[in-house]
């Protein structure tokens, strides 16, 4: 676009914030950073504006990459101006922000990031979030390459495929499971480079898989008397804490899987009967559980006294901040149980502390108790009893008790 239909079309861009429903804190950012930026344009004489000029602006006036950033406040500035481009060139934005492949991937390699987007990622039977990956993942590993001097992606050789993943270790400081995942999307994406002779090595060559056993997964798990400090430490009088509490009952004493969580709707709650019933994101299997009093009551007092008014009137959980939707990734999940263990000063040192850890931590309470595997099977909706006896492979004593059948709970 030049820079006057950038000028032209900022009252459209406000108007559309507004009827997302942003908080004039958001909106008064949006209008400071675009308005800035506008200067900047006319001050230097800028008559077309892209990406480039939109990351030049950055560096010059905040002295930062916007492929780099390296805090929350950095990205809170960046974004204004790209989802003011994104609504200006697609007529729609996302709401958590990232940087697409449209902004993202180097010109040199846009005809075949082009090509695997349209001839694989979106052929496939994946939702969303997984093709949102997966071209996250592509985009991050071309930029590295040309940032390289790696200009064409036929001269790409196997070392340099080493030489990202020891990148991402070193100087990305990504997780284990993040680089782990990172991997399996590259040796997808070489694997069909490779096909169609693109390159000359397969990404199963240039990325082994070694396997790991399941059971020998160190699943971390917390005492009941730190999941009840987690818990006691949510003041339920502050309004936005509600649905923090709400979520964290959810976890803590049905187990409920973050996917699931996200995407409960109020048809999938029986508050006469007491149950709750619901197909599973992950194995698409429908699975029913009581609606006990500590669940039942912090639901309804969230729905009631926390929950934000949202368009989207089938789901219960709702965003803190505007537009007011659904969550559409569990990112959210995971920092409402991290940032509560923080509150309740619970040490997880060398451990997992996400909402699979309050998962587990159920298990490991349950099969303690003496609960049967078959029951606990079944309360945690897995499809197969060895799945199980993954989470309570630790503890070896019960493990062998309860290998005896007694009746399935419930019945």
């Known amino acids: 676009m030049n820079t006057q239909d950038f000028i032209n079309f900022i009252p459209s861009f406000m108007d559309k914030l507004s009827k997302d429903g942003m908080s004039k804190v958001v909106i008064d950012n949006n209008k400071w950073i675009i ?238 009967n007491n149950k709750i019933t619901y197909i599973q994101h992950k194995t698409k299997q429908q699975l029913t559980l009581p609606l006990i009093d500590e669940v039942k009551y912090p639901l309804i007092d969230y729905i009631k006294n926390g929950r934000p008014d949202s368009e989207e009137k089938e789901y219960i959980f709702i965003t803190r901040n505007g537009p007011y939707t659904k969550f559409h990734s569990t990112s959210p999940i995971y920092r409402i149980v991290t940032n509560s263990m923080n509150q309740a000063n619970i040490n997880y040192e060398n451990k997992h502390h996400g909402p699979y850890a309050l998962r587990h931590s159920l298990a490991t309470s349950m099969i303690q108790e003496n609960v049967p595997i078959s029951s606990l099977s079944q309360i945690l909706g897995h499809g197969n009893i060895k799945t199980t006896e993954i989470y309570i492979s630790k503890d070896t004593t019960h493990l062998r008790e309860l290998t005896l059948e007694v009746p399935e709970y419930g019945k």
Not at 42 to 68: G, W
Not at 89 to 106: E, F, M, T, W
Not at 170 to 180: D, L, M, R
Not at 258 to 268: R, S, T, V, Y
């Open 35 to 272: 308005n800035h930026f506008k200067n900047y344009c006319l001050e230097n004489k800028i008559e077309n504006i892209d990406i480039a000029t939109i990351k030049e602006f950055y560096l010059r006036q905040y002295n930062f990459d916007i492929y780099e950033t390296k805090c929350q406040l950095q990205f809170s500035i960046r974004k204004p101006l790209l989802i003011f481009l994104e609504y200006y060139n697609y007529g729609s934005y996302l709401k958590s922000h990232q940087l697409s492949d449209r902004l993202a991937v180097p010109l040199n390699y846009t005809k075949v990031f082009t090509s695997y987007q349209e001839d694989f990622v979106n052929k496939r039977n994946n939702c969303k979030k997984v093709k949102d990956r997966k071209i996250w993942v592509i985009c991050n590993f071309f930029i590295y390459l040309n940032n390289n001097s790696i200009k064409d992606i036929k001269n790409l050789e196997i070392s340099n495929v080493s030489e990202y993943v020891i990148f991402l270790k070193e100087q990305k400081h990504y997780s284990k499971s993040t680089i782990n995942t990172q991997k399996s999307v590259l040796r997808e994406a070489l694997n069909w480079l490779y096909k169609n002779k693109i390159i000359k090595f397969s990404g199963t060559h240039a990325i082994p898989f070694i396997g790991n056993n399941p059971r020998e997964r160190m699943l971390s798990s917390y005492t009941n008397e730190e999941v009840s400090a987690i818990l006691n430490n949510i003041d339920t009088n502050i309004k936005y804490n509600k649905g923090i509490y709400s979520i964290l009952t959810l976890l803590a004493y049905l187990g409920l899987r973050a996917g699931d969580i996200i995407n409960l709707k109020f048809e999938n709650i029986d508050f006469i």
